[in-house]
């Protein structure tokens, strides 16, 4: 170290910065309260005026009043239980709406189920309840419109908002850590890499060392620094308790950086398992409600589509057992969540029915597909049998695309990751295939690009991110790409 443990420099008045940080918590908090308030304030001004200009009679506040209240309770911890008062979520109004809305819905289909169980209902009109919904979601929008507007001015203009971050290893570490945390956007910026001695030399990996640990004390008691970082995974248990030691009387936070590895994983998280603080680089997929309600999806979806298209998969069943000889349905097996093998069904569209260790792919003016076939898979109309699949729990409605067991042993070999895509259930559509990556995959490339927005999807899973790719869905069907 280049200096004792328990070196201080003094500073003279002079050189100390007064500058009080807003916390960014603080302004979540404030975007809490304002939620809670006008949830609140809603309830009561949608019945005074309703009751006042068109009932003409008079309103008992303390009754929608207390209505209010237990919807602004229920809304604002469901927020702020799933990180939407987050300085990030915040910031990305459109995502934050999106999660408000689909909040405030839940909210008020509680609220109904609440009042009719205790018998209560009567007591509150359906203009009411309807007028406070449509106000409270508009109400809730343009506030998360106008949070947003703010903070992204504030997060331009630096200042309160910003948050300095000095980092303890002129190395490859400190150096990769810099490029990962800096975002001029989110008002994140790299004060400088620092030294922490002799042995700690500048890689030179585009951060060099600005200075020695001296130089971070005077930046940090002068108020120029709000984190400091140690990026040192190399150093001694002595030395790291000797460095943080020194550095823990400094007025600013203090964090590890541990290794590279867990650089490579932004999206994990710190949580804590007994006592012992822990680093996740992936989590349980569908952790939580997530299953049952994506279950329960399947089947409130499924269901009604099954019906509504089984007239339409009579017609086209019809057509090919017309059109020659053959099965209607051709089954192959495939993976399923976690490797389990299943059958799936499609509707026949080739004259052969492969199903064995070489399975050739579809590819473009195929011999091998029919007539009638080569319009089914043109607009995907040969994948309908596996809403059966869905109802029996083989697959999901949305999620990777199940493959041959040939074509998945082959392709578990050479691409990275491949076989994360098991970690749910295989869909009837896919984040993939709506952004383009459906039909033959003969290229590892692409094969590859499809593993990426396959992860994408299971690590970003939401019931809305499901209804968009099924809305997406209709678009690809309808102006089909690479499907032949």
Same mark, same amino acid.
């Given at each position: 170290?280049?200096? =004792?443990?328990?070196?201080? @420099?003094?500073?003279?008045?002079? $050189?100390?910065? /007064?500058?009080?940080?807003?916390? +960014?918590?603080?302004?979540?908090?404030?975007?809490?309260?304002?939620?809670?308030?006008?949830?609140?304030?809603?309830?009561?001004?949608?019945?005074?005026?309703?009751?006042?200009?068109?009932?003409?009679?008079?309103?008992?506040?303390? /009754?929608?009043?207390?209505?209010?209240?237990?919807?602004?309770?229920?809304?604002?911890?469901?927020? +702020?239980?799933?990180?939407?008062? $987050?300085?990030?979520?915040?910031?990305?109004?459109?995502? =934050? #709406?999106? &999660?408000?809305?689909?909040?405030?819905?839940?909210?008020?289909?509680?609220?109904?189920?609440?009042?009719?169980?205790?018998?209560?209902?009567?007591?509150?009109?359906?203009?009411?309840?309807?007028?406070?919904?449509?106000?409270?979601?508009?109400?809730?929008?343009?506030?998360?419109?106008?949070?947003?507007?703010?903070?992204?001015?504030?997060?331009? $203009?630096?200042?309160?908002?910003?948050?300095?971050?000095?980092?303890?290893?002129?190395? @490859?570490?400190?150096?990769?850590?810099? $490029?990962?945390?800096?975002?001029?956007?989110? =008002?994140?910026?790299?004060?400088?890499?620092?030294? %922490?001695? !002799?042995?700690? &030399?500048?890689?030179?990996?585009?951060?060099?060392?600005?200075?020695?640990?001296?130089?971070?004390?005077?930046?940090?008691? %002068?108020?120029?620094?709000?984190?400091?970082?140690? %990026? #040192?995974?190399?150093?001694?248990?002595?030395? #790291?308790?000797?460095?943080?030691?020194?550095?823990?009387?400094?007025?600013?936070?203090? &964090?590890?950086?541990?290794?590279?590895?867990?650089?490579? *994983?932004?999206?994990?998280?710190?949580?804590?398992?007994?006592?012992? !603080?822990?680093?996740?680089?992936?989590?349980?997929?569908?952790?939580?409600?997530?299953?049952?309600?994506?279950?329960?999806?399947?089947?409130?979806?499924?269901?009604? &589509?099954?019906?509504?298209?089984?007239?339409?998969?009579?017609?086209?069943?019809?057509?090919?057992?017309?059109?020659?000889?053959?099965?209607?349905?051709?089954?192959?097996?495939? *993976?399923?969540?976690? *490797?389990?093998?299943?059958?799936?069904?499609?509707?026949?569209?080739?004259?052969?029915?492969?199903?064995? =260790?070489?399975?050739?792919?579809?590819?473009?003016?195929?011999?091998?597909?029919? !007539?009638?076939?080569?319009?089914?898979?043109?607009?995907?109309?040969?994948?309908?049998?596996?809403?059966?699949?869905?109802? /029996?729990?083989?697959?999901?409605?949305?999620?990777?695309?199940?493959?041959?067991?040939?074509?998945?042993?082959?392709?578990?070999?050479?691409?990275?990751?491949?076989?994360?895509?098991?970690?749910?259930?295989?869909?009837?559509?896919?984040?993939?295939?709506?952004?383009?990556?459906?039909?033959?995959?003969?290229?590892?490339?692409?094969?590859?690009?499809?593993?990426?927005?396959?992860?994408?999807?299971?690590?970003?899973?939401?019931?809305?991110?499901?209804?968009?790719?099924?809305?997406?869905?209709?678009?690809?069907?309808?102006?089909?790409?690479?499907?032949?």
């Amino acid at each position: 170290m280049s200096e =004792a443990p328990g070196y201080v @420099e003094e500073l003279s008045a002079t $050189e100390v910065s /007064r500058r009080t940080p807003f916390s +960014r918590a603080v302004y979540g908090d404030l975007v809490q309260f304002s939620d809670f308030v006008m949830v609140t304030f809603a309830s009561v001004l949608v019945a005074y005026l309703y009751h006042h200009y068109v009932l003409v009679i008079p309103t008992d506040v303390q /009754r929608f009043g207390a209505a209010g209240i237990v919807g602004a309770t229920g809304l604002t911890a469901l927020l +702020r239980r799933d990180g939407y008062y $987050e300085f990030d979520a915040i910031l990305s109004s459109s995502r =934050a #709406m999106r &999660a408000v809305i689909a909040r405030w819905a839940l909210i008020v289909l509680g609220l109904i189920a609440f009042g009719y169980a205790l018998k209560v209902s009567e007591h509150f009109s359906r203009f009411w309840l309807f007028a406070w919904t449509a106000v409270v979601a508009v109400s809730l929008v343009t506030a998360r419109i106008v949070a947003a507007t703010v903070l992204r001015r504030a997060v331009r $203009e630096g200042g309160v908002f910003s948050r300095r971050i000095a980092i303890v290893g002129a190395n @490859e570490i400190g150096s990769r850590f810099a $490029e990962h945390a800096a975002n001029p956007e989110r =008002a994140i910026s790299i004060v400088g890499v620092f030294s %922490a001695g !002799p042995e700690d &030399a500048s890689s030179g990996f585009g951060y060099p060392s600005v200075g020695d640990l001296r130089a971070l004390e005077r930046a940090a008691r %002068a108020g120029e620094i709000d984190d400091v970082v140690i %990026a #040192m995974p190399k150093l001694t248990k002595e030395g #790291m308790a000797s460095l943080v030691n020194r550095l823990s009387t400094l007025p600013v936070s203090l &964090a590890i950086c541990p290794n590279a590895h867990w650089l490579d *994983h932004t999206g994990g998280d710190v949580i804590r398992i007994g006592g012992a !603080p822990l680093l996740t680089l992936y989590r349980r997929p569908l952790e939580g409600w997530g299953g049952v309600l994506k279950t329960v999806e399947d089947y409130l979806v499924g269901v009604p &589509a099954f019906l509504l298209l089984a007239p339409l998969m009579l017609a086209i069943a019809l057509a090919i057992k017309l059109e020659g000889k053959g099965p209607i349905l051709f089954t192959q097996q495939r *993976h399923g969540f976690n *490797h389990k093998v299943f059958r799936i069904y499609k509707f026949r569209t080739m004259t052969v029915l492969e199903d064995g =260790a070489e399975v050739e792919q579809a590819r473009k003016q195929d011999p091998r597909v029919t !007539p009638l076939g080569a319009f089914l898979r043109r607009y995907s109309l040969d994948e309908l049998p596996q809403i059966l699949n869905v109802l /029996r729990g083989d697959m999901s409605l949305v999620g990777p695309r199940p493959h041959a067991l040939a074509h998945n042993h082959q392709y578990a070999l050479t691409i990275e990751n491949y076989s994360g895509r098991h970690k749910v259930k295989p869909g009837m559509t896919g984040w993939a295939q709506v952004n383009g990556y459906r039909g033959e995959t003969s290229e590892r490339e692409r094969m590859a690009d499809r593993v990426r927005y396959d992860l994408e999807y299971i690590d970003n899973w939401s019931l809305w991110f499901d209804f968009k790719i099924m809305v997406l869905t209709f678009a690809a069907v309808l102006f089909p790409k690479n499907a032949y």
